[in-house]
């Protein structure tokens, strides 16, 4: 499987350019497309911020010839919203869902 490849597939099915992408996930529009043409190892930290940002799990970006089942309605506004967010907004983002998914007062909500 050619892993630069698939990823430069569903940016594209997700209609997101190599640079809005690496906006996405704070890396540069050149070191995306290095990755898709092979030029840069992907390691599997890069791998889940791109599958995040393109609503992916791990395991559906690496399943094969299987579309991955689309999101619930609520879900994909969601995603929606996090893709305009900046960097500087998803880092953010980030830290509070840490928060929240480390917050024993938050169990059971």
Known sequence: MDYGEKIRTLRKKHKLSAEKLG???GLSQSMI???ENGERNLDVNVLELICSALGL????????????????PDLQQVFDKIKRLSPRQLKILGTVLDEWKTDPSTEGE
């Open 33 to 35: 497309s290095k990755l």
């Open 57 to 72: 799990t791990l395991a559906e970006f690496f399943a094969e010839d299987k579309e991955p089942e689309p999101l619930n």
């Open 23 to 25: 906006n996405l996930i």
